[in-house]
């Protein structure tokens, strides 16, 4: 009798060792597997815009020179847009599409000296003319200003005589500008005499020192007879579209345009 009851108790501890020796294997196997599958982070994906794993999702920093070819893109869409009414395209097509203009951090109106005298048969009318046409680019609406009046010493732009340019050319410009397309600083050689070697009359020279000027600003030349900035100008004043060209200039930045 006593060997039954120990048959009896017997049977249920043998049965719940087995059950956790089947346990334990089974364990075992799933801790092998999950070993084998690596780290649980190593499968995430980085979150949009993140550069590596593990980043904290801010847009990752732009190349070197984007901000400058998305700014020359905007200026060319710009032009696209507003050529209309201007001479900007033949003038960019002149210029290698490198546009030069006075910059708008200037703080100060441009100051213009207009030097007296230095030729034969000089006359105060020239003085005048150059006076006039200053003060139409000055009116022309442009966000940089032109004042005349200063001396020579603290000018950005020169104006000056001479008795003869050689050839057919009437007024010579030479403008200096830094590698970005700035102006700094002006000369303008005006003829006091035509080719044929006659004294200009005022008229004559405020339709030179009116074109010279124009380059000054940083325009280049309209394929239009009418416009100031036509080679042959005979113009007195601005025009529509002297003004139009002058202001979509200054609405673009200076510099290359290329991409």
Do not use: C
Request: aromatic letters at 6%; glycine letters at 10%.
């Amino acid at each position: 009798m006593s060997d039954a009851r120990t048959d009896g108790i017997f049977a249920p501890v043998l049965t719940f060792l087995l059950a956790l020796v089947l346990l334990w294997a089974v364990g075992a196997k799933l801790w092998r597997w999950r070993e084998s599958r690596g780290p649980a982070t190593a499968s995430r994906t980085a979150a949009p815009g993140a550069d590596t794993p593990g980043a904290t999702g801010r847009p990752a920093a732009a190349p070197p020179g984007a901000d400058a070819a998305a700014a020359r893109a905007r200026a060319r869409e710009r032009v696209r847009r507003d050529a209309s009414g201007t001479y900007i395209l033949p003038m960019l097509a002149d210029i290698d599409s490198v546009l030069h203009r006075w910059p708008d951090s200037l703080g100060r109106p441009v100051r213009v000296a207009v030097l007296r005298g230095g030729v034969r048969n000089w006359s105060d009318d020239y003085a005048h003319a150059a006076d006039w046409a200053v003060s139409h680019w000055d009116g022309a609406g442009l966000p940089v200003r032109f004042q005349t009046g200063a001396d020579s010493a603290s000018a950005d732009v020169l104006m000056v005589w001479s008795d003869s340019l050689g050839g057919l050319r009437e007024g010579r410009a030479d403008v200096t500008m830094t590698g970005s397309g700035d102006i700094v600083r002006v000369v303008l050689l005006l003829g006091a005499r035509a080719p044929s070697g006659r004294p200009h009359t005022a008229r004559e020279m405020v339709t030179i020192a009116l074109h010279e000027f124009g380059h000054a600003v940083g325009l280049g030349h309209s394929p239009d007879s009418a416009d100031a900035l036509y080679p042959m100008s005979t113009a007195t004043d601005l025009t529509a579209r002297d003004r139009r060209t002058a202001a979509l200039l200054y609405a673009l930045p200076a510099g290359s345009l290329k991409n």
